[in-house]
């Protein structure tokens, strides 16, 4: 598990920018990782940005991933925007799992689409109250 976490603050999010060599391990720690500066710094949106190198995740590997980081993070965001120009039609699975388990969350094969989309979303219906069923509706 080899990869480096770069964060650069921005008024209304996190961006989280993530390099290094593409496994299970490294995908599930870097998301600890992000979950425990947002913590640290009272922030409930981010975007990720992942640069890994090697071969792609297969279905199941990606499916308990997004699982149990779902559920880890469960209520602790507004908004996460994933980014992986590598993903292909693995973004749209991994999307469906993480919204499926409550998580206020888009993939995007750019950046400059993940930050549109960030920035856009209101705040107040986090992922336990999607989660819960008791989403706010304006």
């Known amino acids: 598990m080899t990869y480096n976490i770069s964060f650069e ?3 209304t999010y996190l ?3 993530i390099t290094g060599t593409n496994s299970r391990e490294t995908v599930a720690q870097y998301l600890q990782d992000i979950q425990q500066e947002c913590g640290k710094q009272n922030c409930f949106r ?3 940005e992942e640069h890994l190198d090697g071969p792609r995740l297969d279905a199941m590997e990606v499916f308990s991933l ?3 980081g779902s559920m880890k993070a469960l ?8 980014v992986d120009e590598m993903m292909g039609e693995m973004a749209e699975f991994a999307e469906t799992i993480a919204v499926n388990r409550g998580m206020p ?3 995007f094969s750019n950046v400059d689409d993940a930050k549109a989309w960030l920035v856009q979303q209101k705040p107040g219906a986090s992922g336990k109250e999607i989660f ?3 989403r706010k509706v304006d």
């Open 105 to 107: 969350m888009s993939v």
């Open 15 to 17: 961006h989280a920018t």
């Open 132 to 134: 819960l069923g008791r």
């Open 9 to 11: 603050e921005n008024p």
């Open 75 to 82: 209520g602790k965001f507004e908004a996460i925007a994933y």
């Open 46 to 48: 981010v975007l990720i």
């Open 66 to 68: 997004v699982s149990e």
